[in-house]
Structures are given as C-alpha cells and as structure tokens.
C-alpha cells in the first residue's frame, strides 16, 4: 500500500492525475445514469441504451487511464503503442457492454456477481493491456503481488457497482454506484502502478512508429471526445424521446384523442381549481355548461363512425369559438362537451351564452358526405351560486342537461332547487334498486297475447314489477332506465329470465314465454352461455322461449348482436323485434337480422282505426312482414274498434288491455294449469 501511494504522490503529476479523476467521475455519473434507465426503457430500446452506457463507461474508463499514463513521469524515454492502445478500448468497451447485458436480464445474486465481476476484468484486462502498450527504454518488472491486488479489488468494486444499481433504496444508490465504479477505476489503475518498476537500459531502443505522450494526449482526447460526443448525444436523444413519451403518455391520460380536447380527468382537475379560485375570491363566479348531442348513437349507427367522429369534430371546432382564454373546454364522453365559462355572475349571462352557443351548433355541419342538421340538449350551473364543490357542480350541470333531454330536444336549463330535490329522489332510488334484487322485490307478471281472430292465448310476455316498500309499485318506466344507466340491468335481466322459465316449465299447456333482453345483456360475452344454463337447470325446451330485443339493442355492435342472435337462434330459441317502428333504421335491421317475429308498437296501434297515417304505417308494416315471412304481433289494442281494423288488415296475433290486464303467476296458472315440481321439455 506504501508503494501504491509513492507511485501516486511522487511519481505522477498531480494535475493531470486530478483531469483523469474528473474524466472519470464524469463518466461514471452519465454511465451509472444511462444503466438506471435501462430499467424503464422497451425491450426494443434496451439494447441501444445499454449501448450507450457502455460506451461512455468504457470510454471513460480507457481515457481515465491513459491520461493518467500520462500523469506518470518514469524519468525515461518511453512511448505509446497505438495497435496494442486501440486493443485495450475494444477490451474495455466490450467487457463493460457485456457485464451491463448480463445486469439488465435480473437482478439476484447470480446476476450481481457475474455482472460485477466481468465489469473488474474487463477494466483491469484494460489497464494491463494498455500497459502493455507503454514502452520504455529499460526493463520492466511487475509485482505479481500487486497485480492480483488490484485483479481481486477489481472484482469486489465491480460487484459493489452493480449491486447499487440493481437494488437502488434510494432515488440516489445510483450515486453510489457511480461512485464505486471511480473507486474501481482509480484502485485499479494505482495499484496496477504500484506494481510496476522499470528499471532503465540505455540498449533498449524506443521504435520510430511508437508515439510520444504528447501525440498520445491529443490521441487520447480525440477519441475520447468523439465517443463521448457519440454517448452524450445518445443520451440527450434518450431524453428528448423519454419526455415525448411522456408529454404523449400524459396527452393519451388528459386529453381527448379525436378533437384533442382536455378529457373528463383533466376537467375534474381544472374545475378544482377553479372553484378554489373562487372560494379565495382570486376569480369571478363562474359557469358549467354540459352539451350533449342529442341521438348521436343513431347517427353512428345509420351513417357510421367515420360520419360521427366528424360530426364530433365540428361540433369541438364549434365550441373553440366559445372559449375564451380564460375559459375551459373539453370532451367528456362519447357524445357529450363541457364549457366552463368564467364571469357568469349572473343566470342572464349564463342563458345568453347558452342559447348562442345552441344557436350555433345547430346550424347544419357541412361534411363530406353532405349537410347534417343535429340538436343538442344544454344543462349549466353556477359557482358559487349552485354548488362550490367540482364535483357537484358538473353533476348539477349534468342533471340540468338530462332534464332539458327529457323536455325535448334542443332546449336549454338551468339547475335550480326542484332539481336539487328530483335528484336527491333519483339519488335514492338508485340506492334502492341496487338492494331490490337482494331483499326480494321484484315480482313477475304476465301479459297474454292471444290470436286477434279466436282470441285463443297463443302466449305470454314476461313483465317485471318492482314493490318498494315505502313509495308502494314503482313503474317500469322509471326503474328500468335506471337500471340500466348505472349497470344494474344486467343481474336484473338474468333473474327475470330465471324467474319467467321455472314458472313456464310448470304449466300444463306449453304456451310460449316472451322474455324482454336490454342491450347490455347482449353485450355480455357469456350471455348465451347464461341462457344455456337457465334452460338446462329449468328444464324448458329453447322453442318455448322467445326473446324481444329493440332497435336500441343491436345498433351499437351489430357484429356481436348478429352473432349472439344465430348462436341462440340455432338452439331453437326465437327472437322478436319490439317496438318496431319507433326507431330510424327498422326496415334496414329486418334486413340484416334474423327475426321471427315483429311487434308494432303501441304508439301506431292507438286509434288507428280513425287515423289515416298511423293506418298507412301499420298496413305498409303487415305487408312487409308477409313479404318476409316473418309474423306480426300488434301491442297496445285496447278497444275493439282498433282489434277489428288488425283483423280486417290480416294482423295475426295481438295483445293489450283488450285481452286482458296483466296478471300474477296464480292468474296465468287458471289459464295455462299448473303442475308443481312439472319438468317438461315443451
């Protein structure tokens, strides 16, 4: 050890020993710090990045060494070997990309060590190779003792290098790990010294080829600035793709990919801050308006999506022209945006803006595909007026939409009081119906249909009925949207459908039992699965059974309905079409879709008799189900003059108030008989 610090104090210049200690420790740090990301990078990248830090770490490394050659004085004539110098880079660079490929395959003991171990051979195989390269005029003699020192010291810094890397505790162990890799560096190359004497011999002669340490020094730091400029850049690119990849990451996070508006999660964001603002009295009150385009799915469904993002597009450029620079814009869902519009003291204000930016969204929107006139339903509230939370402000400003939706389309409205009060109702209810299924209340009743010549019951549509137990029976009407906004309808769908073939499967007279299906039962992958089982544990054969789907069913994924429709077609099961005639694009689904039955809705039945458009559309409806073969049901027939107008019209089947209310299981077993414990395949 006394040797190795003789070497250093007396032997080498002080100055140029400190350039190769800062050359060193600048490479570590860039090196250790490229390694760390090879943690976060793709597999596609990983081999350039650790290309990289192993081309700074050998770089550094081979130049650390030999300025510190130079640093060293023998008192003799000496020189460089330049093929024996390029030798010991390739050896460094080499071994250090080899010993970093073996760190980023895991990080266990076994890697530590191998990956440690190969990164002290590679930089002590360095120095002796380069070593190899100075050439004195005397006789050099090594001690052995010092050289496996320095081999073994090698070893231990290398493991101690990689170890820091690959089990980091802190944000800064690669600190650590920089550091061990100068300590390996500096121990080897010192003690490696340490082991050399020359001792001088005028006979031994210094070739012309071989180069003087100045030549070496601009050699040196030639190389060295041109792989460190190779790595340096290297690693700026790194980081310019690391912070577009992120700046992409937090876009794809906050912002809409189509309009390239702010998402719903960046709005929940701004609009916390904006209500801080104004309970600090830092910003004026403001306003949140929610515009929701009123039957966009139907527009996707009739003239498909590539029409719709258009529309969507538009629509954003629209409302750009609303949105100040103070103000907020963004996308929310699929069909619906949010303005917050600051300084809205005042409801005026608020109106006025509404019905300006209504006015201009339903202008016509010039496509590609021609002129298109949509409608929207706008809903807003105010801070602080109506709500000073975020969250219950864009809820108010979203109940207030849903209330100018259900109005009509195309109008506007303000949240006030007695929509605080329905929401709170609606609040509850939703409460309530997520316990319904669970404590029992719901219950089934049947509604005949019968042939509209005999009046013979041909079958029975199954309909759900929900007892509450403080508001008494609430309507279908109101429950089942209800279910089926917030995801509720799916358990609902599957237990009427239970309920409605264990009571079928007991009649005596095997009539038929028409089940309603929403959307979101057929968007469930194992829907058919479900309805496999339901009849396997039931016992009721699948040709008594029939299912009703709308419109409303099969225009958001036709290619999943189609296929769920012949999957249950195929085991004998038949499909309805409900309320035909009340959607945009009926004649087109009766063409796609495999259908065994039509129902007109009850709307076109009413006083048909003494109405000449509603007794055009149900005649042009008959006609075209006797043209495709396919029968039709009429609903709704509640007095005889309407059941005649459907006889004379050839309608065969029927049903309605006119047949007969719906009725409780013990009503329908007078008619059908019933047979407890009956299991019966038809």
């Given at each position: 050890?006394?040797?190795?610090?003789?070497?250093?104090?007396?032997?080498?210049?002080?100055?140029l020993?400190?350039?190769a200690?800062?050359?060193?420790t600048?490479?570590?740090v860039?090196?250790?710090?490229?390694?760390?990301?090879t943690?976060?990078?793709?597999?596609?990248?990983?081999?350039?990045?650790?290309g990289?830090?192993?081309?700074?770490?050998?770089?550094s490394?081979?130049?650390?060494?030999?300025?510190?050659?130079?640093?060293?004085?023998?008192?003799?004539?000496?020189?460089f070997?330049l093929?024996?110098?390029?030798?010991?880079?390739?050896?460094?660079l080499?071994?250090?990309?080899?010993?970093?490929?073996?760190?980023?395959?895991?990080?266990?003991?076994?890697?530590?060590?191998?990956?440690?171990?190969?990164?002290?051979?590679?930089?002590?195989?360095?120095?002796?190779?380069?070593m190899?390269?100075?050439?004195?005029?005397?006789?050099?003699?090594?001690?052995?003792?010092?050289?496996?020192a320095?081999?073994?010291?090698?070893?231990?810094?290398?493991?101690?290098?990689?170890?820091?890397?690959?089990?980091?505790?802190?944000?800064?162990?690669w600190?650590?790990?920089?550091?061990?890799?100068?300590?390996?560096?500096i121990?080897?190359?010192?003690?490696?010294?340490?082991?050399?004497?020359?001792?001088?011999?005028?006979?031994?002669?210094?070739?012309?080829?071989w180069v003087?340490?100045?030549?070496?020094?601009?050699?040196?730091?030639?190389?060295?600035?041109?792989?460190?400029?190779?790595?340096?850049?290297?690693?700026?690119?790194?980081?310019?793709?690391?912070?577009?990849?992120r700046?992409?990451?937090?876009?794809?996070?906050?912002?809409?990919?189509?309009?390239?508006?702010?998402?719903?999660?960046?709005?929940?964001?701004?609009?916390?801050?904006?209500?801080q603002?104004?309970?600090?009295?830092?910003?004026?009150?403001?306003?949140?308006?929610?515009?929701?385009?009123?039957?966009?799915?139907?527009?996707?469904?009739?003239?498909?999506?590539?029409?719709?993002d258009?529309v969507?597009d538009?629509?954003?450029?629209?409302?750009?022209?609303?949105?100040?620079?103070?103000?907020?814009?963004?996308r929310?869902?699929?069909?619906?945006?949010?303005?917050?519009?600051?300084?809205m003291?005042?409801?005026?204000?608020?109106?006025?803006?509404?019905r300006?930016i209504?006015?201009?969204?339903?202008?016509?929107?010039?496509?590609?595909?021609?002129?298109?006139?949509?409608?929207?339903?706008?809903?807003?509230?105010?801070?602080?007026?109506?709500?000073?939370?975020p969250?219950?402000?864009?809820?108010?400003?979203q109940?207030?939409?849903?209330?100018?939706?259900?109005?009509?389309?195309?109008?506007?409205?303000?949240?006030?009081?007695?929509?605080?009060?329905?929401?709170?109702?609606?609040?509850?209810?939703?409460?309530?119906?997520?316990?319904?299924l669970?404590?029992n209340q719901?219950?089934?009743?049947?509604?005949?249909?019968?042939?509209?010549?005999?009046?013979?019951?041909?079958?029975?549509?199954?309909?759900?009925?929900?007892?509450?137990?403080?508001?008494?029976?609430?309507?279908?009407?109101?429950?089942?949207?209800?279910?089926?906004?917030?995801?509720?309808?799916?358990?609902?769908?599957?237990?009427?459908?239970?309920?409605?073939?264990?009571?079928?499967?007991?009649?005596?007279?095997?009539?038929?039992?028409?089940?309603?299906?929403?959307?979101?039962?057929?968007?469930?992958?194992?829907?058919?699965?479900?309805?496999?089982d339901?009849?396997?544990t039931?016992?009721?054969?699948?040709?008594?059974?029939?299912?009703?789907?709308?419109?409303?069913?099969?225009?958001?994924?036709?290619?999943?309905?189609?296929?769920?429709?012949?999957?249950?077609?195929?085991?004998?099961?038949?499909?309805?079409?409900?309320?035909?005639?009340?959607?945009?694009?009926?004649?087109?689904?009766?063409?796609?879709?495999?259908?065994?039955?039509?129902k007109?809705?009850?709307?076109?039945?009413r006083?048909?008799?003494?109405?000449?458009?509603?007794?055009?559309?149900?005649?042009?409806?008959?006609?075209?189900?006797a043209?495709l073969?396919?029968?039709?049901?009429?609903?709704?027939?509640?007095?005889?003059?309407?059941?005649?107008?459907?006889?004379?019209?050839?309608?065969?089947?029927?049903?309605?108030?006119?047949?007969?209310?719906?009725?409780d299981?013990?009503?329908?077993?007078?008619?059908?008989?019933?047979?407890?414990?009956?299991?019966?395949?038809?």
């Open positions: 050890m006394h040797r190795a610090f003789e070497s250093l104090i007396i032997e080498h210049d002080a100055r020993v400190l350039a200690v800062c050359l060193c600048l490479g570590a860039l090196a250790t710090r490229l390694f760390m990301r943690r976060r990078v793709r597999a596609n990248r990983l081999a350039l990045q650790i990289l830090a192993s081309l700074i770490a050998g770089t490394v081979w130049a650390t060494h030999f300025v510190a050659m130079l640093a060293y004085d023998p008192q003799i004539n000496h020189a070997d093929m024996r110098t390029a030798q010991s880079l390739l050896i460094v080499t071994g250090i990309a080899l010993s970093f490929h073996i760190a980023s395959k895991g990080r266990g003991w076994i890697y530590v060590v191998a990956s440690g171990t190969l990164l002290g051979l590679s930089i002590s195989s360095m120095h002796y190779v380069g190899s390269a100075y050439r004195v005029a005397g006789e050099v003699i090594h001690d052995h003792g010092f050289m496996v320095s081999v073994l010291l090698s070893a231990v810094f290398g493991c101690l290098t990689i170890h820091r890397l690959l089990h980091p505790t802190t944000r800064y162990c600190m650590g790990g920089a550091f061990a890799m100068v300590l390996l560096t121990t080897v190359h010192f003690t490696g010294m340490a082991a050399l004497e020359i001792r001088p011999d005028p006979s031994v002669q210094i070739p012309f080829q003087s340490d100045t030549v070496m020094g601009v050699i040196v730091m030639t190389v060295v600035l041109f792989l460190f400029l190779i790595g340096f850049g290297g690693f700026l690119i790194e980081i310019k793709i690391a912070e577009e990849t700046t992409l990451v937090r876009n794809a996070a906050l912002f809409d990919s189509l309009t390239h508006l702010p998402n719903r999660a960046n709005l929940q964001i701004c609009l916390k801050e904006f209500a603002d104004v309970t600090q009295n830092l910003k004026k009150p403001f306003a949140v308006l929610t515009i929701d385009i009123d039957r966009f799915r139907l527009i996707n469904a009739r003239m498909g999506n590539a029409t719709g258009a969507l538009e629509i954003a450029s629209r409302l750009r022209c609303f949105a100040l620079s103070e103000d907020f814009l963004a929310t869902s699929s069909d619906e945006f949010v303005l917050i519009k600051t300084g003291s005042a409801q005026d204000s608020v109106d006025a803006s509404a300006a209504g006015d201009a969204l339903t202008q016509p929107l010039e496509l590609i595909s021609g002129p298109l006139e949509v409608t929207v339903s706008i809903g807003s509230a105010r801070c602080p007026h109506d709500a000073a939370l969250y219950d402000l864009l809820q108010k400003s109940y207030a939409m849903k209330q100018a939706k259900a109005d009509h389309d195309g109008k506007i409205c303000h949240y006030d009081a007695v929509m605080d009060q329905k929401s709170r109702e609606h609040d509850a209810l939703v409460s309530d119906l997520r316990k319904a669970v404590n719901f219950f089934l009743n049947f509604q005949q249909q019968n042939d509209i010549r005999s009046r013979d019951v041909t079958g029975f549509e199954v309909l759900c009925r929900w007892r509450h137990p403080v508001r008494g029976l609430v309507p279908p009407s109101v429950f089942i949207p209800i279910a089926e906004d917030y995801g509720l309808i799916k358990n609902l769908g599957i237990w009427v459908l239970r309920e409605a073939c264990n009571e079928a499967v007991q009649w005596e007279h095997p009539y038929r039992i028409a089940v309603n299906v929403a959307p979101q039962q057929l968007s469930q992958p194992d829907f058919v699965d479900l309805v496999d339901i009849l396997a039931s016992g009721l054969s699948p040709e008594r059974l029939e299912l009703e789907i709308t419109e409303a069913s099969i225009i958001d994924d036709q290619t999943n309905v189609l296929a769920v429709m012949h999957r249950l077609k195929k085991r004998g099961i038949s499909i309805a079409m409900d309320d035909f005639g009340t959607g945009y694009s009926s004649l087109a689904a009766l063409q796609i879709f495999p259908f065994d039955k039509i007109i809705d009850s709307s076109f039945i006083d048909v008799y003494c109405d000449p458009q509603k007794a055009a559309i149900v005649r042009s409806t008959l006609l075209l189900g043209s073969g396919i029968p039709v049901l009429a609903e709704g027939i509640e007095n005889a003059a309407e059941r005649d107008f459907l006889a004379q019209e050839r309608c065969c089947e029927a049903q309605g108030f006119f047949f007969g209310h719906p009725m299981r013990n009503d329908v077993r007078a008619i059908t008989g019933y047979a407890a414990g009956l299991q019966q395949a038809g």
